[in-house]
Every structure is written in C-alpha cells, then in structure tokens.
C-alpha cells in the first residue's frame, strides 16, 4: 500500500522483511513461539527444507522433460555467469519467504484453527490466485489455465504444512520450483520472463502450450505433474509424532 502511494516498487528483499517482522509480531502478541509458525528449528526443519527442494525441482524438470521428448521445446545454452545464477537462488528464495509467511504463515494457521483445513486451503488458495491474476501474460484461454495451476500449487504448498507441521517443506517446493523454472529452464515465472541458463525454443506446439510468459506453468504436463504430486502427498501417511499435531490443531 505504501508503495503504491508513493509510485515506488518494493523490492522482494523490502517486501521480506515486512512480512517476516509482522509474521513474528503476530506471534509476540499472541505469546506464541516461533516454532509454532515456523515448525521446529533442528536438523529434521533442514531435510524438510531440502525434501520440498527435491520435489519442487522435480515438479518443474519432468514437464520440461516431456515437452522436450515429444518435440515442442529444444533448448539451447545462455552464456549466464555463474554469479548471476547464484545470486538468483537469494532473490527465489526472498520470493519464498515473503509468501509463504504470507500465505501459509500466522493467516492460514488461524483459519486452520477457526476454521478446519480444508476451508483454511480453499480460501488461501483463492487468495493466492487473486494475488497473481493482475501478473503479466494472465489473459484469454491462458488464464484459466493458469489460474487453476496456481490455486493446486497453493493447495500443494498449504498441504505440505499440514502434513509436516512446519514452512520448511512448502519454502522448499515454492524456492527451487521457481528457481529452476525460471533461471534454470529459462520459462517465465508466473507471467515475468526471464533469462535462464537454459533458452526454451519453441516448434510447432498448440498454442495453450506455448502461447504467452506463463508457457510452462499453463501447460498439461505441467498441471499433470502437479496433480500427482498433489495426490501423493496427500496419500503420504504421517508418523504418529505429526498425526498428534494435526488433530490438536
């Protein structure tokens, strides 16, 4: 809202901090522990973090596997620095950080307890869709595709809190997905483009494949991958450690 005031854009890193230091003054006013909207910080937070790392690369690498098989997309190499490719992991992650707070932080968390798990991951879902309608790119048939992507990615993201009981899994699926969707494969990011280590080369592909900066993440395959996913963490069975979390929540 100041931004807007001021005709000024808040950067990722600005958006961050307010975000994380509000998370943490809800908490204080409530006389919670951080460890309640984080999850517990020990060794078990770190593999989480890289376990979501693993399946949010995944997501992105089997599509473009696909599209690559059936000859839709070639690719060739962009001479990038490394430096440029590492410092893009800081502003992923910044990304991240600031929504997943916002998203499945202290808001999603009260509504689960208010209001269950399944209205706290549809109305954060339709929040987080709303959030993004206004992105580059997000029109015509595109549109609908995409918008149904990024409400299951939300639901995958809210999903993986519930079943871990912590933001180390979620913060791993949303960094590494766009990360290596967007500075790894060279697709654009929820409608920005954006110059990756890889350049994407279309062929002759239906254009609610290719048509448009959201390419990849308004494509079948990419929704098939996120619907299996989706339907294997859902299916994941928890130990009974988690399961006690779940039910007094």
């Not at 987080?128 to 993201?157: D, E, R, Y």
């Not at 239906?206 to 294997?232: H, K, M, N, Q």
Request: charged residues 15%; glycine residues 10%; positive net charge.
């Amino acid at each position: 809202m100041a931004a807007q005031q001021t005709s000024k854009e808040a950067s990722i890193g600005m958006q961050a901090v307010i975000i994380t230091l509000t998370s943490f003054a809800c908490q204080l006013l409530r006389r919670k522990p951080l460890n309640e909207l984080l999850g517990e910080l020990n060794v078990r937070w770190v593999k989480q973090l890289c376990l979501g790392g693993l399946i949010g690369s995944a997501l992105k690498l089997v599509p473009e596997l696909i599209l690559g098989i059936s000859g839709w997309v070639k690719w060739q190499i962009n001479e990038i620095g490394l430096a440029t490719l590492s410092s893009s992991l800081l502003l992923f992650a910044g990304v991240a950080v600031t929504e997943e707070l916002l998203f499945r932080g202290s808001i999603f968390q009260r509504l689960i307890s208010g209001l269950g798990q399944r209205t706290a991951l549809l109305i954060t879902g339709a929040f987080f869709v709303l959030t993004h309608l206004n992105n580059p790119g997000v029109k015509g048939s595109i549109k609908l595709m995409a918008g149904v992507n990024i409400f299951l990615a939300s639901i995958l993201f809210g999903l993986a809190f519930i079943r871990t009981r912590a933001l180390a899994m979620p913060l791993g699926l949303h960094w590494m997905a766009n990360w290596m969707q967007g500075r790894v494969l060279g697709f654009g990011v929820s409608g920005t483009e954006q110059v990756g280590l890889l350049k994407p080369i279309f062929g002759d592909a239906p254009a609610w494949l290719t048509d448009g900066p959201f390419r990849l993440e308004a494509s079948a395959p990419g929704l098939i991958c996120l619907l299996t996913i989706l339907i294997i963490l859902y299916e994941w069975k928890l130990s009974r450690r988690n399961m006690d979390s779940v039910v007094k929540s």
